[in-house]
């Protein structure tokens, strides 16, 4: 009898350096500070880290980003999710998160109006920083075999071990969370949407 095996729902998820990470960090020094007017609470996040999200402010250097995000973007959609009938995959929306000591992020997603990629830049990673781990509920069944199974069979986490000037780009759907910050100095990353982008979507 024949045997097939099949990886099923695999998520493509990729990890890129940024080459100019020394001067974006540079350009954002003013930015990373607890005590910035901009940097907000959010009050649909469950934490205190602070963020510009929802805020279009152009002072902030995202362009410093953007070239070598996008032409990262592009290669990553090409490869793994091949837009159809001639739609685009472009920027939504771009921020800046702060983190203090203690601080963290819950598990979440990116999943909003036709948001389909997402990225984390990691623009400041002092020692002891949080980590930034994506999380899958589904995988919880063997997770009491650990020691008796494969490892990707019981493991309903995985922290990527991003180093700083690295971002990461994910499904927006993905689950993900960053644990606790345990450093006195600010931990800073760099967050972004890209949405599905046509004529006939509207959005144009
Ligand atoms: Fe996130």
């Known amino acids: 009898m024949a045997v097939e095996d099949h990886s099923l729902f695999s998520i493509p998820v990729r990890v890129v350096d940024l080459e100019n990470h020394t001067q974006i960090k540079e350009a954002f020094a003013p930015w990373i500070s607890s005590t910035h007017?901009?940097?907000?609470?959010?009050k649909l996040w469950e934490c205190d880290?602070?963020?510009t999200f929802g805020q279009a402010n152009r002072e902030i250097p995202f362009e410093l980003l953007r070239s070598s995000l996008n032409s990262h973007l592009q290669d990553y959609?090409?490869?793994f999710f091949r837009p159809q009938n001639d739609a685009r995959v472009e920027e939504k929306e771009i921020w800046l998160n702060v983190y203090s000591k203690g601080d963290y992020q819950e598990i979440h997603n990116h999943v909003g109006n036709r948001t389909v990629i997402s990225m984390a830049y990691m623009l400041?990673?002092?020692a002891r920083s949080?980590?930034?781990v994506f999380y899958r509920n589904g995988d919880t069944f063997f997770r009491?075999?650990?020691d008796y199974?494969?490892?990707?069979?019981?493991?309903d986490r995985v922290a990527p071990g991003l180093r700083e000037g690295q971002a990461v780009f994910f499904p927006s759907s993905l689950p993900h969370y960053v644990s606790p910050h345990q450093s006195d100095s600010l931990r800073a990353t760099v967050?972004?949407?890209y949405w599905v982008c046509h004529p006939s979507l509207g959005n144009e």
């Open 37 to 42: 007017p901009e940097l907000r609470n959010q």
């Open 49 to 51: 880290t602070k963020s």
């Open 77 to 79: 959609i090409s490869e």
């Open 124 to 126: 400041a990673q002092p």
């Open 130 to 132: 949080g980590s930034f």
């Open 144 to 146: 009491g075999l650990t």
């Open 149 to 155: 199974v494969r490892p990707d069979f019981s493991r």
């Open 191 to 193: 967050s972004a949407n």
